[in-house]
């Protein structure tokens, strides 16, 4: 099996300061972090991050530290 992965430069608007608190746009770069198989084989998974995580903090953000900490239904 192959799997050809590449990182997505882009513009973010939803950038969130923690210290302003107002959503900023800024440049970012979404890359791959692995890929998972399940033990058959079968299912992938594929899980992929921001460069700014650890500086933003809007909670609507899967990518950001703060929605990484906000519990999923």
Do not use: H
Request: hydrophobic share 35%; aromatic share 8%.
């Amino acid at each position: 099996m192959e799997i050809n992965m590449q990182a997505t430069i882009g513009t973010c608007n939803q950038y969130l300061r923690e210290v302003s608190g107002e959503l900023s746009e800024i440049s970012v770069v979404i890359s791959p972090k692995k890929v998972i198989a399940d033990d058959a084989s079968t299912k992938l998974q594929y899980i992929d991050g921001c460069n700014m995580w650890k500086s933003c903090f809007n909670k609507g953000c899967w990518y950001s530290i703060a929605g990484r900490q906000t519990k999923r239904t």
